[in-house]
């Protein structure tokens, strides 16, 4: 591929959920030439995602140019009232903002989507769309338009929208899941650049996440998990090794003017262990249960007795802390007087905490109303980093017979096997130069971009006036 003198008219990204820059521009690449090739052509950048950088909201972020807080989108799965079980999974219907393609289509592009998180249930599109999570799976309708359902699946048999129970299953089924899920997902993306060509086509592959998440304590050596001589040591660069010759495939069948990114949405980093935010919380006297299970489980609104309750955590790939506040919550005891007292000691205990060597575990904590710039839907009252997300919170209660000091520390995921967190930056590479001065970089020594300036680089792209946004987040 070439750059042109000018824009050219298409624009093809390449998205991978969690490719981690230290792997990419470091650690694996030397077998990587199809990265480094785009990246000589253009440039390549580390991405700063979202707070908190998880799959939801990071990508739409990306794709709007809106920060969480005006999204309303916290994660995964969101408050939906203030009753004590309204948290849900986010979907399409949750995004109230224009994608990047809803803007080109106003100016009269097409589009074409395969696997962008949050756009199912599908919409109406000025192209084709093949929904990725949370569609639960191929049976429910996923595309659009509906007929393009029975055609993906006759053509591509095998194609999934996502492995569902990735923890629960042995190394060996996944690692086989993960590669013919990719393999599917290129061959679907292929076969509709071919037969459907647009003005703008994007991919996102979720694999890689689940990869990260399932074998990077059997590859990094330095993880607190690690298993010298594993069958699986070298799972991680055989399928980024795999993923260089899939995006060669498919780069190979572009014009030569086609513009391409690969970006990813955040990275990954080793998971040092869990810290239990409920226990913690009850140690610190301020979350009270009715009654405890007898081993460990989720925490349930009926198991707390929020006339003693102050604050309850939220277990993920960061923590996320609400208060039990007078007049919001049905049976708040916080008042609206004491709110800020109470939240900004609660931040400062947090803050503090002590990890298993006895040191500060070094969390970050965040307060949403002032952190964005907005805060729309219902944000958590304080969003937590356990050791800058090298810890994972965990909000299960009752008694873990693998934890150790005091109970408040494991070394494993409460959901299943787990050897990854997330981590800050994500990455983006290009064969064209990004309107933004910090993009500038090479393969070797990248640049630095916001995952909220992608939405106006792409509109940029096509010579459409840019999104604007105003955001807090760094």
């Known amino acids: 591929m ?12 390449i998205g991978l959920d969690c490719a981690e820059p230290s792997l990419v521009f470091d650690r694996l690449a030397s077998s990587l030439p199809t990265f480094r090739k785009l990246a000589a052509a253009g440039f390549a950048a580390r991405l700063r995602s979202t707070d908190p950088p998880v799959t939801i909201p990071a990508w739409i972020s990306m794709l709007t140019a809106k920060d969480p807080g005006q999204l309303g989108l916290y994660g995964i799965r969101n408050r939906i009232s203030y009753e004590y079980d309204s948290l849900r999974v986010s979907t399409s219907n949750d995004v109230h903002v224009p994608h990047v393609w809803d803007v ?50 006759r053509r591509i048999p095998g194609y999934r929208v996502d ?32 037969t459907r060509p647009r003005d703008f086509a994007m991919m996102v592959e979720i694999a890689l996440d689940r990869l990260h998440h399932a074998f990077w304590h059997y590859w990094d050596p330095t993880h607190p998990l690690h298993i010298p001589g594993s069958p699986f040591q070298d799972t991680i660069p055989s399928y980024y090794d795999m993923l260089d010759t899939e995006i060669a495939h498919t780069l190979a069948m572009l014009p030569s003017d086609c513009g391409v990114l690969i970006v990813s949405d955040h990275g990954a ?21 009715n009654h405890a299970p007898n081993m460990e489980s989720p925490l349930e609104a009926d198991m707390i007795n929020f006339q003693k309750t102050t604050a309850w955590g939220e277990g993920g790939y960061f923590g996320r802390i609400f208060l039990n506040v007078a007049g919001r919550e049905p049976n708040g005891i916080v008042s609206q007087t004491e709110y800020e007292n109470v939240r900004n000691k609660l931040a400062t205990h947090l803050e503090t905490m002590v990890g298993p060597d006895g040191k500060p575990l070094g969390n970050r904590v965040l307060f949403p109303d002032r952190h964005y710039a907005e805060s729309n839907g219902i944000p958590p009252d304080l969003i937590v980093y356990f050791g800058e997300l090298a810890w994972r919170s965990l909000g299960g209660v009752g008694p873990n017979p693998e934890s150790f000091c005091d109970g408040l520390f494991t070394r494993r995921n409460d959901r299943g096997p787990d050897g990854a967190n997330h981590n800050f930056d994500g990455i983006c590479i290009g064969n064209f130069n990004f309107k933004t001065p910090s993009a500038a970089g090479t393969f070797d020594a990248p640049g630095s971009l916001n995952i909220t300036s992608v939405a106006s680089e792409i509109l940029h792209y096509f010579d459409i006036k840019p999104i604007v946004t105003k955001n807090t987040n760094i």
């Open 2 to 13: 070439s750059n042109s003198s000018e824009s050219p008219k298409k624009l093809v990204i």
């Open 104 to 153: 080109m289509s106003d100016h009269g592009k097409t589009s074409l989507l395969v696997g962008v998180p949050q756009t199912w249930p599908v919409k109406p599109l000025n192209g084709d769309c093949i929904a990725g999570i949370p569609a639960p799976n191929t049976h429910r309708s996923f595309t659009w338009p509906e007929s393009l359902k029975d055609e993906l699946l």
């Open 163 to 194: 492995i569902g129970n990735f923890r629960s299953m042995s190394p060996y089924d996944l690692a086989d899941n993960l590669f013919s899920m990719t393999r599917s997902r290129f061959a679907a993306f292929r076969y509709l650049l071919k």
């Open 269 to 289: 980093q080793a998971m040092q262990g869990g810290v239990r935010i409920n226990h913690w919380l009850m140690q610190q006297g301020y979350l009270t249960l």
